[in-house]
């Protein structure tokens, strides 16, 4: 069974960089998800909740979401309408394709407290087959604008409103004769369907072939036994991988950094397999250290040391230790993750930047230059002279100093 949890949420939600508090549209289809959980709780201000193609059997832990507009739970193991009255924002409802009969109907007055409703699909429903089933509705819920993508005409809800009383003795007495209690259906915080123990509802035919009638019990029975097959064949690969001689053993995680060692010489390690570059910046006064740890890992489970010659991270408990080209300032280190891409960049200055060294080695070379621009031929010391020469010969001449 796969439970809905922060972790799972945050997975799904990278439009929004991952943050709860402020999602607002999350999809949790296709996920064999058994019970709605957490979401209440964690993410206030959902506004759209894809949740369909699961096998989910109950509507709950929803009233939470105040802003909610936009439910969709279609193809589930849902019987009835539960634990929305709460939702005071919501628009537009789908559970087509659930399990709704003509007893869950009973449980449709439940959406009147939906004021803004405008939106239901149910169909695919057995109830959707009951002769009244399309008026029934539209008198429960008034606001109703479209049924199953029909329009509602003013006059179609007045006609439904004259035919509920008729709707509602008949749907009674087919429900009396069915065995079904109506009474007992309008009781919509009831589940009958026990997630944890359910028994078996198939019968053995001639052939000796298990057959199961199609309903919310047949495919939480098929979904646990095809669960339970591919544990099984997880856990055979996960055996005949112990078995081969090939394969490497893993290394248990560190809880602290290793001490370094006494004679300084630094062994360079990438357990956790981690691509990573490490590079001057363009002035070439730092030296950068970029690791791709993903987007979604936890900054908590990321600590970092910088050395004088190295610098060692532990993520999720795997080492990264790498010996530097040249002597760096701890003190002055920098690490921040990117926004876009979850990257780790850790900027180290140098303790002798090499843009420095440059300087000193350009102001140096600078004056040989100099005096090889000093060094004159014969001709032009003579033009030099008598140019000063002639300069002499003016009142207002001012002598070189």
């Known amino acids: 069974m796969v439970r809905i949890t922060t972790d799972l949420i945050r997975k799904k939600a990278e439009h929004n960089e991952g943050l709860l508090s402020t999602l607002e549209e999350v999809a949790l289809h296709q996920l064999n998800i058994e019970k709605i959980e957490v979401l209440g709780r964690v993410c206030r201000q959902l506004k759209i909740l894809y949740l369909q193609n699961n096998l989910i059997r109950k509507l709950e832990n929803l009233h939470q979401l105040k802003e909610l507009q936009y439910l969709n739970v279609a193809l589930n193991n849902i019987s009835q309408f539960q634990n929305l009255q709460r939702c005071e924002s919501l628009q537009k409802l789908d559970v087509t394709l659930n399990f709704i009969g003509k007893k869950g109907l009973l449980s449709v007055h439940t959406l009147q407290h939906n004021i803004h409703l405008q939106d239901l699909h149910c169909l695919g429903n057995p109830c959707s087959q009951w002769t009244g089933y399309r008026t029934y509705v539209i008198a429960h819920v008034p606001t109703l604008r479209t049924l199953d993508g029909a329009g509602i005409k003013p006059s179609e809800r007045i006609a439904a409103k004259q035919a509920l009383p008729e709707l509602e003795k008949q749907l009674h007495a087919e429900l009396l004769s069915e065995g079904v209690d109506p009474a007992a259906c309008a009781d ?178 600078s004056m040989p230059s100099i005096g090889a621009h000093m060094k004159t031929s014969n001709i032009d010391k003579a033009l030099h002279r008598a140019a000063i020469a002639e300069a002499t010969e003016e009142d207002d001449y001012v002598p070189p100093l």
Not at 271 to 284: A, H, N, P
Not at 355 to 360: A, R
Request: glycine share 6%; aromatic share 2%.
């Open 188 to 365: 919509v915080e009831d589940d009958s369907l026990d997630i944890e123990n359910v028994e078996e509802n198939g019968v053995i035919g001639d052939d000796g072939q298990l057959r199961r009638p199609w309903c919310a019990t047949t495919r939480l029975l098929e979904h646990r036994e095809a669960q339970k097959q591919e544990a099984e064949a997880a856990e055979k690969r996960q055996g005949s991988s112990q078995q081969d001689p090939m394969a490497r053993p893993l290394k248990p995680k560190h809880e602290k950094f290793p001490p370094l060692p006494a004679d300084g010489n630094l062994l360079q390690c990438n357990e956790g397999q981690w691509d990573f570059s490490l590079q001057d910046s363009e002035d070439r006064s730092h030296i950068i250290l970029d690791v791709a740890i993903g987007k979604y890992l936890d900054s908590s489970l990321i600590a970092a040391d910088v050395q004088p010659h190295a610098a060692r991270l532990l993520i999720k408990g795997r080492l990264l230790q790498l010996k530097l080209p040249e002597e760096v300032r701890p003190d002055a280190t920098i690490a921040q993750r990117s926004r876009a891409s979850g990257n780790l960049s850790i900027s180290m200055p140098k303790e002798r930047p090499a843009s420095l060294l440059l300087k000193s080695r350009s102001h140096a070379s």
